[in-house]
Every structure is written in structure tokens, then in C-alpha cells.
């Protein structure tokens, strides 16, 4: 995890470099748009309240300003023609990657880089898009959602080639900045949607995201829905799951359909709006897996936790492997479930990030599960995602990522960790106060594996544990009503570096229990949350569970 800092970008850190506030290069990319001359008073007036919900409104003045469509569009249709403007740059940048990659002999990590970019671009254009397209049809929830996860499709590829040691000339001065510029377009949409959201359709009553911690959180908390959303989120409710009928089976003695997991999802339909369950029998599954985009609505049914497992070994120390690429398995098809099976990554504690499972997939869920690993176990990358009675072991930043991710009922359990007695659960990666992601551990227990518990009651001084820290200058993670054992320490945070995120973070806590829970000592950047806050971090509310968690057929607590 991490970025180094570049003049003029995104805000990110790296362990020791943290930058400044983000400057983003101007939005506008050439000439293709006529120049909004012809606009009127009244128009240029409304592009301006709109503009002043952003964090960029003279980068987005500039952007409407320059679209002709803007002369005569009302509150959504600003919304659709910035999502549109994001989509139309998101794919000159892959084009650009694309040419890039082609064009020069890459070493092997500008290489990697490229592949990360490449792929991280396709998702945002297509997220991009379904949003644009979906605007008036969809929750706005919905679009808040999808546009939360392109912004960081397109921070990814960013993050990816600006991280490459010695850059290619064209990287340096043609890709990253134009990536740059496309990353305050989209959050200029997301801006937008988000204001539309929260304060209707009247522009001039917009604010623009908080960017600094709140001091008011009913203020934050707020949110409002459309008169157009619907009631559910596009599955078939009256269709109910029987998960001992499988599609089709894997079984490693061949008494399945296939003996490959991969060769499972490979052989499934494309674009299911129904789930596609394969039941994958007992048995350690020596394979890396991949769900892509294409495949919708599938379901992995293991024989439980323990018997069924997925496991491969693959970290960030090997050459040309950046962390993205190192997850046994990788889940990017919407409305996929696991119950029933560990995913593991057995790297091992010395091999820097390894990544057991990378969760792309918007509203994904996984019920029962084991992820086990070291650092970096569970990437909860981007999207709406659901766990419920999981067990997710690890050493540090052991659940990180920029989804918007609730844990129901889960086992949070440290592992001992090679030559460091500081251990962390979370390292939350949201890089924009208008993203509607976060981390939220509800009914948890947070504690340490047998092995660790042995060796903490023997020298509870030699191993720290934290709650979590600030990966990204936003960063949100939420524990409420859980137990926290004596491994967390008493200020319960961790900063990641000196002063970083400390003044825009979102760490709250409600209502938790067991020897870590008395919050008297606890940092000051940590804040104590009322019942009624608390249930704004629901799986019904934070992630619009109550909507699309029935067609999945994991139990979830409504409130």
C-alpha cells in the first residue's frame, strides 16, 4: 500500500512521504467541445452553484463550462454530463496506457504498472458508464456508489505508474498528469451526485464534501433518496436460493463437473441476473482464481470453512509484483457470494503484502468464510461488500481497501508478526470526502489467533495492537457494539504518519464492550458516536443491504 508524492497530484502517502493537498492539472483535454459562448447569464449562473458543491469548482467550471449540453441542463442532467465527461477521459487515458505499454520497452515494473493501470482503467470507464446510464433509472445510492469506485479505479492506475522507479518519458509527461487531470473529473461527478443526493435538486443549496474531520456529525450522516429510486436492487426476490442444487460442482477426485475452480467460472454464463451456484466440494484447492467482471450472480458453496480451501502463495516481494497482483483470489462480477470456504495466502509473515482475497465486486457477500493470511489478508477493494460470521486472521493492515464494507458478527483475530510487535486491523484507502466507502465492524469480536494470545498473556507488553490507521487522507472505519480484547491498546489508533489524515479521518467508535472498549484514553482524533449515528453504519444503511442482501441469501441484522 502507499504512493510516493508527486508535485502536482492526488494526495497520497507512502510509509515515510506524505504530500500535500491535492492540485489537480487543469480538466480540460483539448478542443473537442465547443467553448460555452453562447451561454446566458441564467446558464452560467447555474454551472456555477453546481461547481461550488466540488472540491475543484474552477476545474469544474472550466469542464461544464466547455460542454454545450450545460446550457440548458437541470441538476441531474449536470450530474450525467460529468459522469459522462470522467467516462470519455478514463478511456483516452487507457488508450494512452495502452499505447504506451506498446510503444516502449518497459522494464519489469513499469510493466507491471501498466498491466495494474490498464486493467484498473477498463473498470472505471465501465463503472463510469453503467453510472452515466443508469442515473435516472437506478438509486442514487447507486451512482454515489459507482462513482466512489471509478475514482478509485482511476487513483489505482495512478498510483501504479507513479510508483514505477525509473519512469519512461512518455509516463512522466504525458500519462500521469493526464491520469491526474481525470481523477478530479471524476470526483468533480461524484461531488455533484453526491449533492443531489443529500440536498436535492436547487444547486444553490449544494455544499461541497467536508474535508476536514467533522465536528457535527448528524451533519455528515446526512442523506437523502430521490423520488426515482426504486425499491430494490435488481434481483428477483421471489426467486429463492437453494443451495443444495447446485449448477454445477468441482471435486478434485473428479466426481464433480470440473476438477478446477477457474474452470468452473470459466464455464459460467455471462451477465447472470440470477445466481449461478457452484458447489466446490471438500478439498485444498492449489489455484489462483479469478471471477472477472462478465461473470454476474455466481455463488461458491464450500463444505465449510474447514473443509473447503482455496490457497496459493504469491507476495509483493517478488520481482515485478505489485500488491493488486498478488491475491489468491480476485472477485470483480457484481452479486457474488461465498459461504462455506477459506481463502488463504500463505506467503508467509516475511513476504511483505499477500493478498488472500481482492473484492472488487459491488455487492458481493460472504457468509462463514476464513481469509487467512499476514499482511494484507482481505483487500476490500471497491464496491458494496457484506461479511457475516467471517474470520479474517492477519498482521498488519490485515483488512484495508477503499469499498464501503460491513463485518457482521465476524472474528478479527491478530497473527504474530516477524520482528515487529505492532500489529493493525484496518487501513482504510478512502482518497475522497465525497466517496461513500468505509469500514465498519458491527458485532465483532477483535482478538488474537491461540498463538498470539499465548504470547501476549506472556509479555503483553512486547505486542501492540491497534484498531486501525489512516492509509489515505480520508480515511473511515466505524467499530460499533463489539468486543475489543486486551490486545488492542488503550489509545486504540495508530497514526501512519506524524500528522497525516488526522484533521480529515473519520474513526468512530459506539457502544463496544471487553477490555479494550473504555474510550477515556483513546486518541483524540477517534470519536464517540450516539445510538442514532451508529445506525447510519448498518448494513441496511451504509451499504443499502436491506435492498439487495435478501438475493443473496446471507442473513444480515436490519438495523
Same mark, same amino acid.
Given at each position: 500500500m502507499g504512493a510516493l508524492a508527486w508535485a502536482v497530484v492526488w494526495c497520497c502517502c507512502l510509509c515515510s512521504t506524505v504530500a500535500g493537498d491535492w492540485h489537480p492539472l487543469p480538466v480540460t483535454r483539448d478542443s473537442d467541445s465547443a467553448p460555452f459562448e453562447s451561454a446566458d447569464a441564467g446558464a452560467t449562473a447555474t454551472v456555477a452553484a453546481v461547481c461550488q458543491a466540488t472540491r475543484f469548482p474552477v476545474e469544474c467550471s472550466t469542464a461544464l463550462a466547455a460542454d454545450a449540453r450545460s446550457a440548458s441542463a437541470n441538476s441531474p442532467e449536470f450530474a450525467r454530463i460529468a459522469l459522462d465527461l470522467g467516462a470519455t477521459a478514463s478511456t483516452r487515458d487507457l488508450a494512452a496506457v495502452q499505447l504506451m505499454a506498446a510503444g516502449e520497452a518497459l522494464d519489469i515494473n513499469a510493466t507491471a504498472a501498466a498491466a495494474v493501470c490498464a486493467e484498473s482503467l477498463d473498470y472505471a470507464v465501465s463503472t463510469l458508464t453503467t453510472a452515466r446510464d443508469s442515473l435516472l433509472a437506478s438509486p442514487i445510492e447507486d451512482i454515489q456508489s459507482w462513482a466512489s469506485a471509478a475514482l478509485q479505479f482511476q487513483y489505482d492506475c495512478f498510483s501504479a505508474l507513479v510508483n514505477v522507479p525509473s519512469p519512461p518519458a512518455d509516463l512522466a509527461a504525458t500519462v500521469l498528469p493526464e491520469v491526474n487531470s481525470t481523477m478530479a473529473l471524476i470526483s468533480i461527478a461524484l461531488s455533484i451526485t453526491d449533492a443531489l443526493a443529500y440536498y436535492g435538486s436547487d444547486a444553490t443549496l449544494w455544499l461541497p464534501p467536508p474535508e476536514q474531520r467533522p465536528t457535527d456529525l448528524n451533519a455528515v450522516l446526512?442523506?437523502?433518496?430521490?423520488?426515482?429510486?426504486?425499491?430494490?436492487?435488481?434481483?428477483?426476490?421471489?426467486?429463492?436460493?437453494?443451495?443444495?442444487?447446485?449448477?454445477?460442482?468441482?471435486?478434485?477426485?473428479?466426481?464433480?463437473?470440473?476438477?478446477?475452480?477457474?474452470?468452473?467460472?470459466?464455464?459460467?454464463?455471462?451477465?447472470?441476473?440470477?445466481?449461478?451456484?457452484?458447489?466446490?466440494?471438500?478439498?485444498?484447492?492449489?489455484?489462483?482464481?479469478?471471477?472477472?467482471?462478465?461473470?454476474?450472480?455466481?455463488?461458491?458453496?464450500?463444505?465449510?470453512?474447514?473443509?473447503?480451501?482455496?490457497?496459493? =502463495?504469491?507476495? &509483493?516481494?517478488?520481482?515485478? #509484483?505489485?500488491?493488486? $497482483?498478488? @491475491?489468491?483470489?480476485?472477485?470483480?462480477?457484481? %452479486? +457474488?457470494?461465498?459461504?462455506?470456504?477459506?481463502?488463504?495466502?500463505?506467503?508467509?509473515?516475511? =513476504?511483505?503484502? &499477500?493478498?488472500?482475497?481482492? #473484492?472488487?465486486?459491488? $455487492?458481493? @457477500?460472504?457468509?462463514?468464510?476464513?481469509?487467512? %493470511? +499476514?499482511?494484507?489478508?482481505?483487500?476490500?477493494?471497491?464496491?458494496?461488500?457484506?461479511?457475516? =460470521?467471517?474470520?479474517?486472521?492477519?498482521?498488519?493492515?490485515?483488512?484495508?481497501?477503499? @469499498?464501503?464494507?460491513?463485518?457482521?458478527?465476524?472474528?478479527?483475530l491478530l497473527r504474530l508478526r516477524a520482528g515487529n510487535p505492532t500489529s493493525v486491523v484496518t487501513a482504510q484507502g478512502r482518497t475522497d470526502p465525497g466517496q461513500t466507502t468505509g469500514l465498519v465492524f458491527q458485532n465483532c469480536t477483535v482478538s488474537g489467533t491461540p498463538e498470539y494470545m499465548e504470547a501476549f498473556l506472556a509479555e503483553p507488553t512486547a505486542h501492540l495492537g491497534f484498531l486501525g490507521r489512516p492509509w489515505k487522507l480520508f480515511s473511515r472505519t466505524v467499530y460499533v457494539n463489539s468486543f475489543l480484547d486486551a490486545v488492542i491498546e488503550p489509545e486504540g489508533w495508530m497514526p501512519w504518519n506524524g500528522e497525516f489524515a488526522l484533521s480529515s479521518l473519520f474513526y468512530g467508535e459506539s457502544g463496544s464492550s471487553g477490555p479494550a472498549a473504555d474510550t477515556t484514553s483513546r486518541v483524540f482524533w477517534c470519536s464517540p458516536l450516539t445510538f442514532d449515528q451508529a445506525a447510519f453504519f448498518s448494513a441496511a444503511n451504509f451499504i443499502q443491504g436491506a435492498r439487495w442482501l435478501p438475493c443473496t441469501s446471507v442473513p444480515f441484522t436490519s438495523g
Open positions: 446526512l442523506s437523502t433518496s430521490p423520488q426515482w429510486a426504486s425499491e430494490n436492487g435488481g434481483c428477483d426476490w421471489s426467486a429463492p436460493i437453494d443451495i443444495t442444487v447446485p449448477d454445477v460442482t468441482v471435486a478434485l477426485d473428479g466426481t464433480g463437473t470440473f476438477t478446477s475452480i477457474q474452470q468452473a467460472v470459466d464455464g459460467a454464463p455471462a451477465f447472470r441476473s440470477v445466481m449461478y451456484i457452484i458447489h466446490i466440494k471438500a478439498g485444498v484447492y492449489s489455484e489462483r482464481i479469478r471471477v472477472d467482471r462478465n461473470k454476474t450472480m455466481l455463488m461458491f458453496v464450500g463444505d465449510g470453512a474447514n473443509q473447503t480451501v482455496i490457497t496459493a =502463495s504469491k507476495s &509483493a516481494l517478488e520481482p515485478g #509484483v505489485v500488491t493488486y $497482483q498478488t @491475491a489468491t483470489v480476485v472477485v470483480v462480477g457484481k %452479486g +457474488f457470494v461465498a459461504r462455506g470456504i477459506t481463502f488463504q495466502n500463505t506467503a508467509g509473515a516475511e =513476504s511483505r503484502q &499477500a493478498v488472500a482475497v481482492r #473484492v472488487d465486486a459491488d $455487492q458481493s @457477500a460472504f457468509y462463514d468464510c476464513i481469509f487467512d %493470511g +499476514f499482511q494484507d489478508t482481505l483487500y476490500a477493494h471497491a464496491g458494496r461488500q457484506f461479511y457475516k =460470521s467471517c474470520t479474517i486472521r492477519g498482521t498488519v493492515d490485515f483488512i484495508f481497501g477503499n @469499498a464501503a464494507a460491513v463485518f457482521e458478527d465476524c472474528q478479527i
